[in-house]
């Protein structure tokens, strides 16, 4: 099934989500916008803990609230992230965790599009496999 990716809505949302984002000891906040293949966008932002192993990032927040919403197919995501205070623009990309990137093999195919935005009209697009290449995945598992 091929969607219609409307890239700079899908920014758009992603900065909005880091608004949210709960960053108080790096200062750094990132948003994120993953549209399923339904059209439905869920938005992430990160969220920081005191014993920091327990920190989640904007891409996983988003991920794991659309699979709790029963999603699990999905097209695209769009991450954007900064020092506190900054705004469109005014920083350079932000691109996935090597978890987050896991996280992703998990639920998407190797053509899942992946957008790191400095601002809504200007972003660097990646499939999952140029970010994540021989990914190890569910169809490594010898349980299917």
Same mark, same amino acid.
């Given at each position: ?16 989500? #880091? ?9 750094? &906040? ?5 549209? /399923? ?15 920091? /192993? ?6 996983? /927040?988003?991920? $794991?609230?659309?699979?709790?919403? +029963?999603?699990?197919? &999905? ?8 020092? #506190? ?5 005014? $920083? ?5 965790? +090597? ?7 998990? $639920?998407?195919?190797?053509?899942? !599009? ?11 697009? &990646?499939?999952?496999?140029? !970010?994540?290449?021989?990914? $190890?995945?569910?169809?490594? !598992?010898?349980?299917?």
């Amino acid at each position: 099934m091929i969607i219609d990716i409307d890239e700079t809505k899908l920014i758009r949302r992603a900065y909005a989500a #880091r608004e949210k984002a709960y960053a108080p000891y790096s200062g750094f &906040f990132v948003g994120a916008a993953l549209l /399923s293949r339904t059209g439905k966008i869920y938005a992430g932002c990160n969220i920081e803990n005191a014993a920091f /192993s327990p920190t989640n990032c904007a891409e996983r /927040s988003a991920f $794991f609230r659309a699979v709790s919403a +029963g999603e699990r197919r &999905f097209a695209a995501i769009a991450v954007v992230g900064g020092p #506190r205070g900054t705004k469109a623009g005014e $920083f350079s990309y932000c691109f996935p965790c +090597g978890v987050c990137r896991q996280v992703m093999r998990e $639920f998407c195919s190797d053509d899942f !599009l992946i957008l790191a935005a400095i601002n809504p009209q200007e972003c660097r697009k &990646f499939s999952l496999r140029e !970010l994540l290449p021989e990914a $190890f995945g569910p169809d490594d !598992l010898p349980l299917r």
